[in-house]
């Protein structure tokens, strides 16, 4: 069935999409191309084709919609084809501006992404040069366990805390403070508008799921089964670790609720259990931990928190490791009120008290909106990090030869200064939407620069056309944000590069994806086929 998915809101503008149909031409699955983006047959007998024609409101909404049928080629044949142009009416162009515009869930990504590299300065700082995001993951604490199956507690803070960028709403209320999250695994719920649920690891990393026998059975991307049909729902992995998501925590996004897990368990039955606060306490954060239970053998580790007790923030205060021969050990998390919002329920994290050692300390931006994203880092040991933002303003490829997809705004990582006792301080600064075809980014460093060129974004000028296949502007969604080539320059000479080229997984599911202005209609991977890398000209 044919869908038309025209961009995710439509401002200042009324697009017009009443097509006359000419042909049909072949074009690669897992494409989109022009006109009508996304049409797709499914591997059904008799299925036919449904052309939607629809025109826009200002808020994107469509408010006129007919159909017309069109006979499949080959029945029962998962196939995807084009319509020539008959009549079209181009947008007017819009340029650059910061609105109303909700996050993109590719261009906002938090977490990793194994389809690109990450700028890893420090071994717990990342920095994605395609989203813009930074992401620091610190262990707090890890403890071994049987055949590999280690515990670890980790603190993950992701630069991309806002859920808009018009009022800045923030993506959630975390009792591990403001763009930190501190948990071992949990779901987001599907909710009215959102059917999909999402599970989210530690990192802060997103992984949507897709139907496979029906909607309790579902699949991510990396091939994890969630079974929602089962009490409490169950995520296996395909080394054969389970989860099991027992409690009913925060509200997320959009009013759906997270679900946290209670229970890890390996195939050898090693296990973790995980208590929360609110289930005994009805004051306490939602998402805060009491206990964690590590069972190796006869052997049980126990960690314990608490948090702070106040009326208005509830967030977490102290770590407490104990059961073992070492006594006991304590972290302390030192949070306070956002200086701009002292009424506020959220907070801030400044500073992390580990049992030995100096502490860490964290700065958060608080004089010009948007507020609260990370200022500075000092470690330990005297060094400081210190970090600014700025807005980039992406493309999506136009499959559309007549105009330009719309703008899409993110907050980026712009600079990173790193300064220590008696080293001299360097500067990192993050160029992005840079080549001719606007989809690369540029990362400038003390000792050189790295240069990463990226799927989907940009395109040919003047409209940020897709590349042509047959002449033809092809868009495949599959490995949208995937990384394409990256080059490590001295100066201007080129001291390393790397290609890469993808081909499309077999289906994954039969579900549909927006991806930016398209809708993705099945789900595939994009797959490695060929990696070249180049040293020193060899």
């Not at 890893?120 to 930074?134: A, I, K, R």
């Not at 929602?228 to 099991?244: A, D, E, F, I």
């Not at 039955?269 to 009805?282: A, L």
């Given at each position: ?233 169950v995520l296996t992995l395909p080394n054969g670790v389970r989860y099991w998501f027992g409690h009913v925590g925060n509200t997320g996004p959009g009013g759906r609720v997270w679900r946290y897990v209670t229970k890890i368990e390996d195939p050898f039955g090693n296990r973790i259990d995980v208590e929360y606060m609110s289930d005994t306490d009805p004051s306490a954060p939602l998402d805060g ?16 928190f608490g948090y702070e007790s106040s009326t208005l923030r509830k967030n977490l205060s102290w770590m407490r490791l104990e059961g073992t021969s070492l006594g006991i050990s304590s972290w302390y998390y030192d949070q306070v009120p956002p200086t701009n919002h002292p009424n506020a329920t959220g907070s801030l994290l400044v500073g992390v008290r580990p049992p030995e050692g100096p502490p ?179």
């Amino acid at each position: 069935m044919y869908k038309n998915c025209w961009s995710r809101r439509l401002p200042a503008r009324v697009a017009v999409g009443v097509f006359a149909l000419a042909s049909f031409s072949a074009v690669p699955a897992g494409a989109v191309s022009p006109i009508f983006e996304d049409w797709d047959l499914h591997a059904n007998p008799g299925v036919s084709l449904e052309r939607f024609e629809q025109t826009g409101s200002l808020t994107g909404n469509p408010v006129a919609t007919s159909t017309e049928q069109v006979p499949p080629d080959n029945p029962g044949e998962p196939q995807h084809v084009s319509a020539e142009v008959g009549s079209y009416e181009p947008a007017p162009a819009r340029s650059p501006s910061v609105d109303d515009q909700p996050a993109d869930p590719l261009l906002d990504a938090r977490g990793f992404n194994r389809y690109r590299d990450s700028q890893s300065l420090l071994p717990w700082e990342h920095v994605d040069p395609f989203t813009g995001n930074l992401l620091l993951t610190f262990t707090d604490l890890e403890l071994p366990g049987n055949a590999g199956f280690n515990l670890r507690i980790q603190r993950t803070y992701n630069s991309k805390i806002f859920a808009d960028y018009y009022w800045y709403f923030l993506n959630e209320d975390s009792w591990a403070g403001i763009g930190w999250t501190l948990h071992l695994g949990r779901v987001l719920e599907p909710g009215w508008v959102a059917s999909r649920a999402i599970i989210e690891m530690p990192d802060g990393s997103s992984h949507p799921v897709y139907s496979l026998t029906g909607p309790q059975d579902t699949m991510t991307r990396d091939y994890w089964r969630y079974d929602s049909s089962q009490n409490p729902p169950v995520l296996t992995l395909p080394n054969g670790v389970r989860y099991w998501f027992g409690h009913v925590g925060n509200t997320g996004p959009g009013g759906r609720v997270w679900r946290y897990v209670t229970k890890i368990e390996d195939p050898f039955g090693n296990r973790i259990d995980v208590e929360y606060m609110s289930d005994t306490d009805p004051s306490a954060p939602l998402d805060g931990i009491n206990h964690i239970h590590q069972r190796v053998g006869g052997d049980t580790r126990t960690i314990s928190f608490g948090y702070e007790s106040s009326t208005l923030r509830k967030n977490l205060s102290w770590m407490r490791l104990e059961g073992t021969s070492l006594g006991i050990s304590s972290w302390y998390y030192d949070q306070v009120p956002p200086t701009n919002h002292p009424n506020a329920t959220g907070s801030l994290l400044v500073g992390v008290r580990p049992p030995e050692g100096p502490p860490w300390g964290f700065d958060y931006q608080t004089t010009t909106v948007p507020y609260y994203e990370l200022e500075a880092v000092t470690t330990p040991n005297g060094a400081t990090i210190s970090y600014t933002y700025g807005w980039s303003f992406y493309q999506y490829c136009s499959v559309n030869v007549f105009s330009a997809n719309l703008w899409q705004d993110t907050r980026v990582l712009a600079t990173r200064t790193a300064v220590g006792p008696g080293v001299p301080s360097g500067q990192w600064t993050f160029l992005y939407r840079q080549g001719p075809r606007k989809d690369q980014t540029v990362v400038n460093t003390p000792c050189g620069s790295v240069k990463y060129t990226f799927y989907g974004i940009g395109g040919d000028p003047p409209n940020a056309t897709c590349s042509r296949v047959n002449n033809v502007p092809i868009f495949y969604y599959w490995k949208a944000g995937a990384q394409e080539h990256k080059e490590i320059l001295d100066n201007a000479t080129v001291v390393e590069s790397e290609e890469r080229t993808y081909r499309i997984s077999a289906i994954l599911s039969y579900d549909n994806e927006p991806v930016g202005p398209y809708l993705a209609v099945g789900i595939h991977n994009p797959l490695v086929e060929n990696r070249t890398v180049n040293r020193g000209g060899c």
